[in-house]
């Protein structure tokens, strides 16, 4: 099994520009996550998914967007990149949360540069 | 809203001796789990050890252990006998059925030979 894989894991951007990084697991998890690291900060919730067409606001949402559009897959969206963006990005995975049942599974991570 | 906090941005430890890092949180749920993850410089997260809040036994992982004191909410990771590999960041974390993983800004643990 991959379990989760992220996609690029280097990019750098100029202001302004925009892209989008690919979240895919082959897990079956129904809850995908995408987290931002900073030193010192430790990571940061973006944007979560709970289900398939479904997403939610974590802690630094702003500037990004997100969609779920298949159960495997979780896109993060940058529509116009600042330097403040520049940061590593991890996204996860993991089971509805039930007692017995609480792992996440996280990608490699993507380190973003914005220029 | 449910915080973690690891006081400690800093820790050395001589090989082969123990140490503990620090970790403590805030919630008002009484069912939950907490983590320890490690990332070296691979960036990697690497699950350590982990404690579900409703069992009172400490959980162990090897070389691995936690002190959790749930009235004062509190979750210490202890290494035994430190390895050079040890040598890394290290994340604790809060989580439960309805909240995301909840991370501390992090211990960088360094190992001296």
């Known amino acids: 099994n991959a379990g989760v894989t992220q996609t690029p894991k280097f990019r750098v951007l100029k202001t302004g520009q925009s892209m989008t990084l690919l979240c895919a697991q082959d897990?079956?998890?129904?809850?995908m996550y995408w987290y931002r690291q900073d030193p010192g900060m430790g990571l940061r919730l973006i944007h979560y998914?709970?289900?398939?067409?479904?997403?939610a606001k974590g802690e630094v949402p702003d500037g990004y967007n997100v969609s779920r559009l298949k159960k495997q897959n979780f896109l993060l969206g940058l529509e116009s990149a600042a330097p403040s963006q520049t940061s590593v990005y991890f996204c996860?995975?993991?089971?509805?949360?039930?007692?017995?049942?609480?792992?996440?599974?996280f990608g490699s991570g993507t380190r973003l540069t914005v220029v | 809203a449910q915080t973690v906090t690891q006081s400690q941005p800093e820790m050395s430890v001589q090989e082969a001796e123990t140490v503990t890092l620090s970790c403590t949180y805030d919630?008002?749920?009484?069912?939950?789990?907490l983590f320890w993850y490690k990332q070296p410089p691979s960036r990697q997260m690497i699950l350590v050890i982990r404690?579900?809040?409703?069992?009172?036994q400490n959980a162990t992982e090897n070389r691995f252990s936690v002190n959790f004191q749930k009235a004062a909410k509190s979750f210490s990771l202890k290494i035994s006998d430190s390895q050079l590999g040890d040598a890394a960041m290290y994340f604790c974390a809060y989580g439960s059925w309805n909240t995301p993983l909840v991370f501390g800004k992090g211990t960088r643990l360094s190992v001296i030979a």
């Open positions: 998914s709970v289900g398939e067409g479904t997403t």
């Open positions: 404690q579900e809040a409703y069992k009172q």
């Open positions: 919630t008002s749920e009484s069912d939950y789990y």
């Open positions: 996860a995975s993991s089971y509805r949360i039930t007692r017995g049942r609480y792992g996440y599974t």
């Open positions: 897990m079956n998890h129904e809850y």
